[in-house]
């Protein structure tokens, strides 16, 4: 997007971008650990953005050394919690404590689209390379920052000092009280929504204000909080208790039945009546049209209340039937159903293999390694490749050299002073 003389050659022989991918063209400096900032750059990689990623010299991004771990015969960790999230990228260490390594970041930012970053507020601030300074050198840059609570010149909170990671934006938000369980202790949702909806959240944010800048010239900051993003994810709990002024029961929804998981003969499938016309449909394909008229079933509320009537008729049709049986009755009548898969059989599903949605990655330490593709599809544009992340620093000669144009001398000498 930035138009410097050279701009288009180099980003064109950028091995991770392609003329066919949205962002081709678009340089992106991310200042990054853990989960949610790496995914959030890594989506705009995939897309074709050309994305370097700021590294301490010495351990760089801390997921690198997050358990498990295998080391490499060079001594270097590798940590399967970075190969989740760091595909398709450049590595350049950098030491932002020092005044050299301060200024070759400012001239890095003067040629880029994008600075993403996810430390704690005020950190960019106070090495001298925060929004304001960088927005100051550079007019058009999009800044956007991942926190646990925003930052306050865009939007205060009092909690912007605190520490947080994704089990925090849970706690707060309500979600551990929706799982259903045993008794009243609350429920960690089992994996880091807070920080997939975070980076989702980071990359839509970006996305929106290089196209407002395409429009007015002028980039902006974008404020990502951690907490909000799992707020938004609890937003039918919310607006109930604005309605009714009393929270939801945990697990299946209040408002209708049957939804859920229950059991035929081989298994779990799940069942998913929404709205009166599915209501009807499921009745006829279980043989028990009769229900309909019934008026402990009159709706969604009244059938979950007389749940302990309604589930014997279902759990006796799925008493005779297996998995599949059941649910491609159900399907056939235009009844929401699946089958509920545990995530071994994920790797033989044939939509996740239709879609591409399992990539292997051949990482030298742990060999061949799958993890989650990209979900966004689009016409005429390839998947993304399933590059191995990054080496500490792999990139920080090319990266200089051809965002700055120093020499291998220059870059030596840099080196032997402990900047990069």
């Given at each position: ?12 022989q950028d ?19 853990f ?28 997921a ?88 306050t ?42 920080d ?38 609890n ?74 009537a309604?589930?014997?008729?279902i ?17 056939e ?54 590059g ?10 090319a ?15 840099l ?6």
């Amino acid at each position: 997007m930035n138009t410097e003389s050279g701009r288009a050659t180099a980003a064109t022989q950028d091995p991770c971008s392609t003329p066919d991918r949205p962002l081709q063209g678009v340089r992106v400096l991310a200042v990054e650990n853990f989960v949610a900032g790496p995914f959030a750059s890594m989506w705009l990689a995939d897309a074709g953005a050309e994305v370097i990623k700021v590294e301490a010299p010495a351990g760089g991004d801390f997921a690198r050394s997050t358990s498990p771990v295998r080391t490499a015969e060079d001594g270097s960790p590798h940590a399967l919690s970075f190969l989740r999230a760091n595909r398709n990228k450049k590595s350049l260490t950098l030491d932002l404590k020092q005044a050299e390594g301060k200024r070759l970041f400012l001239e890095l930012a003067d040629k880029a689209d994008i600075v993403l970053e996810n430390l704690r507020p005020g950190v960019m601030d106070r090495l001298g390379v925060g929004y304001d300074v960088l927005r100051a050198r550079n007019p058009r840059l999009i800044y956007v920052a991942v926190s646990g609570f925003g930052h306050t010149d865009v939007k205060p909170s009092p909690y912007t000092d605190y520490p947080a990671l994704d089990i925090v934006g849970q706690a707060l938000s309500g979600l551990m009280y929706r799982p259903e369980r045993h008794d009243d202790r609350p429920t960690y949702l089992g994996f880091s929504m807070t920080d997939l909806q975070g980076g989702i959240l980071a990359a839509q944010g970006a996305l929106l204000a290089l196209y407002q800048r395409e429009r007015t010239g002028r980039g902006k900051k974008v404020d990502i909080s951690l907490y909000d993003a799992s707020l938004v994810q609890n937003e039918i709990s919310v607006t109930m208790y604005s309605a009714l002024r009393k929270p939801l029961p945990p697990g299946l929804p209040a408002v209708t039945a049957p939804f859920g998981p229950f059991r035929a003969s081989d298994g779990h499938i799940v069942i998913a009546v929404l709205g009166e016309h599915i209501w009807r449909r499921f009745c006829e394909v279980i043989g028990k049209p009769e229900l309909v008229d019934d008026p402990r079933f009159a709706d969604g509320i009244a059938r979950r209340q007389h749940s302990a009537a309604l589930d014997p008729h279902i759990d006796a049709w799925l008493a005779t039937r297996t998995r599949a049986q059941a649910v491609d009755l159900l399907r056939e009548g235009g009844v929401p159903a699946s089958v509920v898969n545990d995530v071994a059989d994920l790797f033989d599903c044939p939509h996740v293999a239709a879609r591409e949605m399992l990539m292997t990655i051949q990482d030298p330490v742990w060999g061949p390694v799958q993890v989650v593709g990209n979900p966004i599809k689009m016409s005429d544009v390839p998947e993304p490749d399933a590059g191995v992340p990054p080496r500490l620093g792999e990139h920080t000669d090319a990266v200089l050299r051809d965002w700055l144009h120093l020499d291998t001398r220059q870059v030596d000498a840099l080196r032997a002073g402990g900047i990069v």
